[in-house]
Every structure is written in C-alpha cells, then in structure tokens.
C-alpha cells in the first residue's frame, strides 16, 4: 500500500531524513518514535506528497485521494460546525452526497459526537475538536492513514476510543503509518515500530508481540 | 486539468471562505468602516476650491479600494493556517489551481461588497454624479479589480507563511497594482466627467489584458508557490 525508498531530505544544513526505506502493507500498523526534531514530521509530509523529497521516491497506492491524514492540528474551520466541516472536505474528495451522509452517521456514531454535529468547531473543546478532526480524515474511506502525533490533546477515554477505532480500521485493512514522540500511546496498535533519529531509522522491525514497556525498553536503548 | 472539477474544487474553496467570513465578519466589518473613514477625512479635508469634486474623487475612490482589498487579501490564506488546514487543501486530489481560483473568487466578492458600499459614500460625499454612468463604472471597477485581486490573492499566497505576511503583501503588490491603478483612476475621471465612452474604451481594453494575462499566471504559477 505504501511504500517508501531511499528517502532523503534537507532543510539547509539540517538532514531531515537520511536514507529512509520501508514498506506498509494493507492491515499494517507502522508506528514511528522518535525524539522532537528526529524527522517524523517532515517523513509524514513526505509520505503524503506535501514535501517533495531531494532523494528517493515514496508511494501510495491510490495517489493522494487513498490518504487520510490526523495530526495535532485539527485543519478544521472554526466558523464552521461539525457537519460543514466534514461537507467541505467529503467534497474535495468528491464524496457523493448518499455515501457522505452514511459515513458521517457512522464516524460521527463511532466517536461520539452525534449531539455535535451542528455545533461550530470553535465552540467545542479540544478533545471534540480532536474527534472531529478524526472523523474528517476518515471522511472519504482513506485506505492509509498517516498520524503526526494524534493523541495530543485526547483525553484518556477519547485516546482509549482512537485506538480502539485505528484497531477496527486495520483490522478492515487499512495500512496506518503513526508518528510520537510518546512510546506509551502507539505502541499497542503497532505490527511494525521505527525508532527514528536525526533523520535516520535507527531500528526498523515487526513489533513482535512485545508490549508499551518492551518498546519503551527498546527504544531508550536504541535512541540512546 | 478538468475544467468542471476545477471550476466546481474552486466553487467549494470558495463557498466556504465566504460562509466563514459572513459568520465571523472580522475583515468585511474592518474593510468597510475603512472605506467609510477614508471617505469621511478626505471629505472633511479637502479644499473644494483649490481641486474640483471630480478630479479628485478617481483617485480617493482607487486609493481606498486598493487598501480594502488589501485588507482581504491578507486574510485569505491566513485562514488556512488558522489549524493547519493549508496542509489539507495541499493533499487534497484537487488541482491546485482551483485552491487559487477559490480564494480568487471569494477576495472578489469580498471586494465587491467593499466597492458596493464605497460607491454611493463617494457620490454622497464627493457630490458627483455615478447613476448617469453607473454601467460604464461597474464595468471599470470590475474589470480594475479582478487585475489587482488576482495578483494579490497569489501574492497573498506566497507571503502567508513567511514572518511578516502584513507587510511583505503590499510591498510586493503595490508595483503590480500601478498599471491597473492609474488606468483605472484616468477612467474613472473621463467617465464622472462626463466624457464620451470611447475615451476610455482603450483604458478598458487594456485592464481586461491585464487581468487575462495576470489570470493566466496566477492560475499556472501557484501551485509552484503553495509548495513546501
């Protein structure tokens, strides 16, 4: 579903990625960790085709329409409530007005905010916000998924509700490539980890039945 | 390029920059009582002795289109970048153009709704006559604004994400915006002078080049601006 080869990308003097190679296949779940500035921005930017990178080639099957995108900015319309929102994006995506109006009924079921579909953005608070900005990257049935930090801001019961739904998502196929610094929220819902620094994957593998603890063992280890 | 989906991608961007802006009505509030108060001074201010009503009135009316457009164009990628959602206009399957057409659209009725107020204040300070040639007028004032719109909206574009958006915008567009300016102000003057339309049918062909070619190069040069 995704795949990316020989990344590499500067900002100046800075190497924001060095030779980045992997593969995310239908029902996986690539969770990348690393410290702030390690490059995991910049490889989701790549990855969605915002960032042209100097070196190597990233694909996504499907072109751009396939992506759906989470990230600690909502990119949602204040002035505008919840539905037209998800109106404005679904038709970007060219989403029919019959397939729009069920998948709005069930994201906006599956992350409980039915009673604010009609609310302006702007009125709710950020763990609403959050689960909108949730329900318009799903909005169009993207078949993978990129996640910049998306539990920022998620309270424990919303960041317990995510997972559960990125879980379901993968478990229809859904190839997923998450990127945190915090190795205690992605860890579970990972079949790969990448710990990246300075622009590099410092370690590359199937997650292996190991736990949040294990992956944060690992990880200390690594990075340091 | 698909011209229905882009026209209709355009459409969209566009419709939801107007619905933001009618609920929020931040710029349209600050850009009319702008204009009004641009009128209001240079009415009090003026000596009707020294420069007639008509000479001078073209260039207050541009002087204070240019500044309220300038007002709108600032705005119109700042809202994008409000919650990042320039990044999702930019992964969108849409061509990037409809994203510039879209703003295009949206500064245009932003401006328009500026100039409709601005009109009847200038014929009711100024006490010249607009209703004999109101055809002729709306026609120059269309034709003057989409040239200086659309290269606003691009630059607009290019100096969103950089420090000093505010300033480096009309430092930029000011030099685009002479030609169309000062033919639109030697317009302006034949028309509330009462001269015949063939005087400025060279100035109106002139803007609608203008805006051709500028329209032109803004639709195929911002894609290459937006990217990162």
């Known amino acids: 579903m995704l795949l990316a080869e020989g990344l590499r990308h500067s900002f100046g003097a800075v190497r924001a990625l060095d030779d980045v190679s992997f593969g995310v296949s239908s029902g996986q779940t690539l969770a990348v960790f690393g410290p702030n500035g390690a490059g995991k921005t910049t490889l989701l930017k790549v990855l969605a085709g915002l960032i042209l990178p100097q070196r190597g080639r990233a694909q996504v099957e499907g072109g751009r329409r396939a992506i759906g995108w989470i990230g600690h900015q909502p990119q949602l319309y204040g002035q505008l409530t919840v539905r037209e929102n998800l109106r404005f994006w679904a038709s970007l995506y060219d989403v029919p007005e019959s397939e729009f109006l069920l998948r709005k009924d069930s994201l906006l079921g599956r992350l409980g905010l039915q009673d604010h579909e009609h609310r302006r953005v702007s009125e709710l608070s950020r763990g609403l916000v959050q689960r909108a900005a949730i329900a318009r990257a799903l909005i169009h049935d993207p078949r993978v998924l990129l996640l910049d930090e998306p539990f920022t801001g998620l309270d424990r019961m919303a960041a317990e509700e995510l997972r559960e739904l990125l879980s379901e998502d993968a478990a229809e196929g859904r190839a997923s490539v998450l990127v945190t610094h915090n190795v205690d929220e992605g860890a579970e819902l990972a079949t790969h980890i990448a710990f990246m620094r300075a622009g590099r994957f410092a370690h590359f593998a199937p997650r292996a039945g190991r736990g949040p603890q294990q992956v944060s063992e690992d990880y200390r280890n690594a990075i340091a | ?228």
Do not use: C
């Open chain 2, 1 to 228: 390029m698909q011209s229905p989906k882009l026209l209709r991608h355009a459409w969209t961007v566009a419709s939801k920059d107007l619905l933001v802006e009618f609920r929020s009505r931040t710029a349209i509030l600050s850009a009319a009582v702008f204009v009004v108060l641009v009128l209001v001074v240079f009415n009090f201010g003026r000596d009707p002795t020294a420069v007639s009503n008509v000479d001078l009135a073209p260039s207050i009316l541009w002087v204070t289109f240019t500044f309220a457009a300038i007002l709108a164009m600032n705005r119109a990628f700042q809202l994008e970048l409000e919650n990042q959602a320039l990044d999702g206009l930019l992964l969108a399957p849409i061509e990037r153009s409809s994203i510039y057409l879209g703003k295009l659209i949206a500064n245009l009725v932003f401006v328009a709704g500026v100039e409709l107020i601005g009109v009847p204040l200038l014929a009711l300070f100024f006490n010249v006559r607009v209703l004999p040639y109101l055809g002729p007028l709306l026609a120059l004032i269309a034709l003057a604004t989409i040239g200086f719109v659309a290269v606003g909206t691009l630059f607009s574009a290019m100096t969103t994400r950089t420090r000093f958006a505010e300033l480096l915008l009309p430092v930029l567009l000011l030099p685009f915006m002479i030609p169309p300016l000062s033919w639109a102000v030697l317009a302006t003057g034949r028309l509330l002078a009462g001269r015949p339309l063939s005087e400025i049918v060279g100035w109106l062909n002139m803007l609608a080049v203008y805006d051709i070619v500028f329209v032109t190069l803004a639709v195929f040069l911002f894609p290459a601006t937006v990217n990162e």
